[in-house]
């Protein structure tokens, strides 16, 4: 009978070895990564509004999947409004939402946006809740808007824009450097929400709050109709440099999430 040699003998400390060990925690891994890549990936989803129509555009739902606010933040309504733009367009690849759901369209009317001017046809500020018309594209886009809002039942909009001047309470319309609201009372977290803003920032960087009304706004026309618990423009002043204005609008949009308690990271 032939005696096993010694390599049989060994075998089942081969089991442990630590290659094998080095092996297995690497599979585990691999596994662990695809998992959380799977679960980023349905935390993560693509839409897009006016599919194949002059004004598409693209916009991304992060949805933690667990109960918490639900917010839409929104920039370039206003096709020379920049800072909003980027802003967003810098925050989305970091951020992480762990409660709660957050809508972001960086390029909310991408036709005004290639020609840098306020409008194409329409101020598309002031035709909510838009039209199921084709034609200007403006109604159209108002409406899908107004319907991603309603049927996501977004509680919180933010719409980032950009102001010429620098506001000052004597003064009408000018709206540099300030939280603008358009339906009283606003909500508490106004006051919170600037005071977060606001501690850090000198003096000429400051926001100041500002009541100004728009009968068919985008975010009046939704906190009204749609009994939205807030809505608000921010507006950076474009005296301030680009890049500046682009972390001013990073920063209301993070301290506002803060304010709403939407838990998130960046990544
Ligand atoms: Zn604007």
């Not at 599919?51 to 639900?70: A, E, K, M, V």
Request: charged share 25%; hydrophobic share 40%; with cysteine.
């Amino acid at each position: 009978m032939a005696m096993p040699d010694k390599e049989d003998f060994c075998m089942p400390r081969k089991v442990f070895s630590p290659n094998r060990v080095l092996l297995g925690l690497i599979l585990a891994l691999l596994t662990l990564t695809a998992a959380e890549a799977w679960a980023e990936a349905a935390a993560r989803q693509q839409g897009v509004i006016g599919r194949n129509r002059l004004y598409q555009t693209f916009f991304s739902i992060l949805d933690s999947g667990r109960p918490g606010p639900r917010v839409l933040v929104q920039a370039g309504i206003h096709g020379d409004e920049r800072a909003g733009v980027y802003a967003l367009e810098q925050l989305l690849p970091r951020l992480r939402v762990h409660s709660g759901l957050l809508i972001i369209i960086p390029r909310l009317n991408p036709p005004a946006l290639a020609i840098n001017r306020r409008y194409y046809h329409l101020d598309l500020n002031r035709v909510f809740p838009g039209l199921p018309v084709p034609d200007p594209y403006e109604y159209a886009l108002a409406r899908e808007i107004y319907t991603l809002v309603k049927d996501n039942q977004i509680e919180y909009t933010l719409t980032l824009h950009e102001a010429r001047t620098l506001h000052s309470p004597r003064r009408d319309k000018t709206f540099g450097q300030t939280i603008v609201y358009g339906v009283e009372p606003p909500p508490r977290l106004l006051w919170r929400w600037l005071q977060a803003l606001n501690q850090h920032l000198p003096l000429e960087e400051k926001f100041l709050h500002y009541y100004c009304p728009q009968e068919y706004g985008a975010t009046d026309v939704m906190v009204r109709e749609l009994k939205l618990k807030g809505g608000f423009a921010v507006e950076t002043w474009r005296a301030l440099d680009l890049e500046r204005r682009i972390e001013l609008q990073k920063l209301a949009v993070l301290t506002f999430l803060k304010q709403v308690g939407l838990e998130f990271s960046q990544q």
